[in-house]
C-alpha cells in the first residue's frame, strides 16, 4: 500500500479563519513532506519533518504552522492566509528523509477569499 | 543551489509514436533521480527512479530513462505512446545524501488518438 491520504479535498477560506489540512499515511514512512503547488508549476517543498521532527523551513511564512504528532499524521494550520496563499497544498512520505523516493497524496484545493 | 531543466512544456504526440522528454540536472555530486506523472485530476505518481547501478531503468507503463552522468541528463522515453499516457511528466532530483527533492517545470504530454 503507498497511499498517503489528505483531507479536506477542497477548501476556502476567509483571509480571518484558521483551519488546518490533514495528512496521513500508514506506510511506516518517517519523513513526510508538506509541499505547495500553484497552477502549471511544480511542487515547491515547504517543511520536511524526520522522525516527527521538523528538519527543513524553506522560509515558510508563520502564517503556515505545521505538526507532527505522530509518526502517521502531519498536519498543517493554517491563520489569516492571503489570497496568494491559494493553491493545492501536497503531503508526501518516504522511508526515510534522505535521498529515498517521495509517495505524493492527492492534495488540498485551498482557495482563500 | 540544485536545479533541473526539462526541455520541452508541451509536447503533441499521436498515438504509437515514440516519446522522449529530456531533463537536465546542475548539481555536480552524486543524484538520485525520478520521473513523476501526474494524470489529469490525479495525484502525482512514481514512474521510475534511479538510484545506482544500469543507468537504463525502467518504470511503469512501459517507460524507460536513461543517466547519463557526463551530460547530467536522466530522459524519459517510451516506445509507443497511447492516448492514456495523457499526462504531466515531472523530473525531480535530489542529491545523494540530501533532503530536498528538486523539480522541474514539467512537460505536458497530449497524445492525440
Known amino acids: 500500500d503507498t497511499e498517503v491520504t489528505q483531507t479536506p479535498k477542497h477548501l476556502v477560506m476567509g483571509m480571518t479563519n484558521k483551519k488546518s489540512l490533514k495528512c496521513e499515511q500508514h506506510?511506516?514512512?518517517?519523513?513526510m513532506y508538506w509541499y505547495k503547488q500553484k497552477a502549471k508549476k511544480p511542487p515547491e517543498l515547504m517543511f520536511v519533518?524526520?522522525?516527527?521532527?521538523?528538519?527543513i523551513n524553506e522560509s515558510v511564512p508563520s502564517r503556515f504552522s505545521p505538526e507532527c504528532p505522530n509518526s502517521s499524521l502531519l498536519n498543517l494550520h493554517l491563520h489569516a492566509l492571503q489570497p496568494e496563499d491559494s493553491a493545492l497544498y501536497l503531503c508526501a512520505s518516504s522511508l526515510r528523509r534522505i535521498g529515498y523516493e517521495q509517495y505524493f497524496g492527492p492534495g488540498t484545493r485551498l482557495t482563500v477569499t | 543551489a540544485q536545479s533541473v531543466s526539462q526541455h520541452n512544456h508541451h509536447v503533441i504526440l499521436s498515438e504509437a509514436a515514440s516519446l522522449e522528454l529530456g531533463c537536465n540536472y546542475s548539481?555536480?555530486?552524486?543524484?538520485?533521480l525520478f520521473w513523476y506523472v501526474q494524470y489529469p485530476g490525479q495525484h502525482l505518481q512514481l514512474l521510475l527512479k534511479?538510484?545506482?547501478?544500469?543507468?537504463l531503468v525502467k518504470g511503469i507503463k512501459g517507460f524507460e530513462a536513461e543517466f547519463i552522468k557526463s551530460k547530467f541528463s536522466f530522459n524519459l522515453r517510451k516506445p509507443s505512446v497511447q492516448w492514456s499516457d495523457t499526462a504531466e511528466y515531472f523530473c525531480?532530483?535530489?542529491?545523494?545524501?540530501?533532503?530536498?527533492?528538486?523539480f522541474g517545470a514539467g512537460t505536458i504530454l497530449r497524445v492525440k488518438s
Open positions: 534511479y538510484f545506482s547501478g544500469d543507468p
Open positions: 548539481y555536480g555530486g552524486t543524484v538520485n
Open positions: 506506510m511506516g514512512h518517517r519523513a
Open positions: 525531480a532530483v535530489i542529491r545523494q545524501y540530501g533532503n530536498k527533492l528538486v
Open positions: 519533518y524526520s522522525y516527527e521532527k521538523l528538519s
